[in-house]
């Protein structure tokens, strides 16, 4: 697993400051709450999105949930979505994704003449094929694919690409039993309504957690 709580996509992020007094309290218990919902969710395999404007508060939830489920034998991969703000061709960034994915999960690379021959005509497609067929098959836990700073699908060339890719994995988890064994979740400080709504991406398909 990466040091999510500090480093995501090569990146150092802020540590929350520590909170005393009454305000701890309140948010120890709005943590508590959020990570019974979330690990909930994750473990009966439903996707979600987690919306907060508490930065502190969902960062915390982030790396909490992450280490208690890896110690429920969640397998998970952590991508940061501020990585679209430089990226402007699809392939580029599934190819770096993918590299990602199989670093984090400890999986073989695939070769290179495999990604060149299946990523020409779609590299989304090609994507959602390796976790098909060289991922999941050979997983023997439950997968996460864990995205932070949804926000930035409001602004970034390639958000089109990536409402993409979480159809066609939805579409998959439909008609692939291997794709059962793996969960979405999205975290961001906008609405679901105003990320996923206008046709981008089914909204029933994600679980709503709002702090």
Do not use: C
């Not at 709580?5 to 009454?22: E, K, V």
């Not at 949804?150 to 409402?163: E, G, N, S, T, Y």
């Not at 906008?190 to 994600?206: D, K, Q, V, Y």
């Amino acid at each position: 697993m990466m040091g999510i709580q500090r480093n995501t996509n090569g990146r150092r992020q802020a540590m929350p400051r520590l909170q005393t007094g009454p305000s701890a309290n309140k948010f120890a218990n709005k943590l508590l709450e959020a990570k019974t919902q979330l690990i909930t969710a994750v473990l009966s395999g439903k996707s979600s999105y987690v919306q907060g404007d508490d930065t502190p508060l969902r960062y915390r939830l982030l790396t909490d949930t992450a280490l208690r489920l890896a110690d429920l034998g969640q397998t998970a991969a952590y991508f940061d979505l501020t990585d679209l703000d430089y990226q402007f061709d699809a392939a580029k960034w599934m190819h770096n994704s993918l590299r990602l994915l199989a670093i984090q999960l400890n999986v073989s690379l695939p070769e290179n003449d495999w990604w060149v021959t299946h990523s020409e005509a779609d590299p989304i497609a090609a994507f959602v094929q390796f976790l098909g067929e060289k991922v999941l098959p050979q997983a023997q836990k439950p997968i996460l694919l864990s995205f932070d700073q949804a926000d930035q699908l409001l602004k970034v060339p390639l958000a089109a690409d990536f409402w993409r890719l979480l159809t066609q994995i939805e579409a998959a988890r439909m008609q692939q039993p291997a794709f059962m064994n793996l969960t979405i979740v999205l975290w961001g400080s906008a609405s679901w309504e105003m990320l996923a709504g206008n046709g981008r991406f089914p909204t029933a398909a994600l679980n709503p957690i709002i702090l």
